[in-house]
């Protein structure tokens, strides 16, 4: 299939509306880079804060899988304005992020802004998930003789099952070279999206004003679906996790008393999955 990245620009305005719940975390740097990007860009984008429990246990759990996995080189894609490669790349990770052109020429600026110099071991780097030669270059940076974790939050759910393949092929030939694992969140399957629409009944009608792609017959509807469609393409299930695994380590919940009954409920049914090359 022919990728141009102007199909998938309307995605990237997401990434303010992930930014902005991420301040009422304990997550270093996310109020200084979401201050940085209210008063650089001029996106008209609908936030809340009640998305915060969920973004921040995503985050979490992503990292506590990483850091229990032992591996030092990370591919995030679709990488937005999250601190995480600032974070571990300063804790001598070798990390690259991958985002589209606007994302990545704002990134660059919020780190040059909030935090200084770019770390050497930190690469922002222009591309599309969707692009096999966005990966060769991706691949350059990393030791063929150690493991990669790849890692993305909040891609999938905006692509359809096609372009879901594609990246999926992408990332097994990436990690069949270099061995590692891919870990993701964008495969919470389709229940979760009516336990969304209770916890923040406004966020998926706000999300399709931003982009056309917010579309339910593009998930997954259930683990079993997950697992036949990445096994067709080369891939095992190794780990699954549910946010709520992180409910005690939530400052949104904890200290901003971000909480209820539909929220715990959404917690519950969002999963990372840890996926590993057969």
């Given at each position: 299939?022919?990728?141009?990245?102007?199909?998938?620009?309307?995605?990237?305005?997401?990434?303010?509306?992930?930014?902005?719940?991420?301040?009422?975390?304990?997550?270093?740097?996310?109020?200084?880079?979401?201050?940085?990007?209210?008063?650089?860009?001029?996106?008209?984008?609908?936030?809340?804060?009640?998305?915060?429990?969920?973004?921040?246990?995503?985050?979490?759990?992503?990292?506590?899988?990483?850091?229990?996995?032992?591996?030092?080189?990370?591919?995030?894609?679709?990488?937005?304005?999250?601190?995480?490669?600032?974070?571990?790349?300063?804790?001598?990770?070798?990390?690259?992020?991958?985002?589209?052109?606007?994302?990545?020429?704002?990134?660059?600026?919020?780190?040059?802004?909030?935090?200084?110099?770019?770390?050497?071991?930190?690469?922002?780097?222009?591309?599309?998930?969707?692009?096999?030669?966005?990966?060769?270059?991706?691949?350059?940076?990393?030791?063929?003789?150690?493991?990669?974790?790849?890692?993305?939050?909040?891609?999938?759910?905006?692509?359809?099952?096609?372009?879901?393949?594609?990246?999926?092929?992408?990332?097994?030939?990436?990690?069949?070279?270099?061995?590692?694992?891919?870990?993701?969140?964008?495969?919470?399957?389709?229940?979760?999206?009516?336990?969304?629409?209770?916890?923040?009944?406004?966020?998926?009608?706000?999300?399709?004003?931003?982009?056309?792609?917010?579309?339910?017959?593009d998930r997954f509807e259930n683990i079993e679906h997950i697992k036949e469609f990445f096994?067709?393409?080369?891939?095992?299930?190794?780990?699954?996790?549910?946010?709520?695994?992180?409910?005690?380590?939530?400052?949104?919940?904890?200290?901003?008393?971000?909480?209820?009954?539909?929220?715990?409920?959404?917690?519950?049914?969002?999963?990372?999955?840890?996926?590993?090359?057969?």
């Amino acid at each position: 299939m022919k990728i141009e990245d102007k199909d998938y620009e309307e995605i990237t305005s997401t990434a303010i509306v992930t930014a902005y719940p991420r301040i009422f975390t304990d997550i270093l740097y996310e109020k200084e880079i979401y201050k940085w990007l209210s008063n650089h860009c001029n996106e008209e984008v609908s936030l809340n804060k009640n998305l915060a429990p969920n973004i921040e246990a995503r985050y979490k759990l992503t990292n506590k899988i990483l850091d229990n996995s032992g591996i030092k080189q990370v591919l995030e894609l679709a990488a937005g304005y999250t601190s995480r490669g600032l974070i571990y790349s300063s804790k001598g990770y070798n990390y690259v992020e991958m985002d589209l052109g606007k994302v990545v020429h704002n990134k660059i600026n919020v780190v040059h802004d909030v935090y200084g110099d770019i770390p050497e071991s930190l690469k922002i780097i222009s591309g599309n998930a969707l692009r096999y030669s966005d990966y060769l270059r991706v691949s350059e940076y990393f030791d063929n003789n150690d493991k990669v974790a790849v890692i993305n939050e909040g891609l999938f759910r905006y692509l359809t099952f096609e372009e879901k393949r594609v990246v999926a092929e992408n990332v097994y030939t990436l990690l069949k070279k270099h061995g590692g694992i891919w870990i993701t969140c964008d495969v919470t399957p389709k229940k979760f999206i009516q336990t969304q629409n209770k916890a923040i009944p406004q966020f998926n009608k706000d999300l399709s004003t931003i982009t056309s792609r917010n579309n339910l017959n593009d998930r997954f509807e259930n683990i079993e679906h997950i697992k036949e469609f990445f096994g067709k393409i080369g891939f095992e299930i190794a780990e699954v996790h549910r946010f709520s695994e992180m409910k005690e380590d939530l400052y949104s919940i904890n200290h901003h008393n971000i909480y209820d009954e539909n929220i715990e409920h959404l917690l519950e049914d969002a999963i990372v999955v840890v996926m590993k090359v057969k």
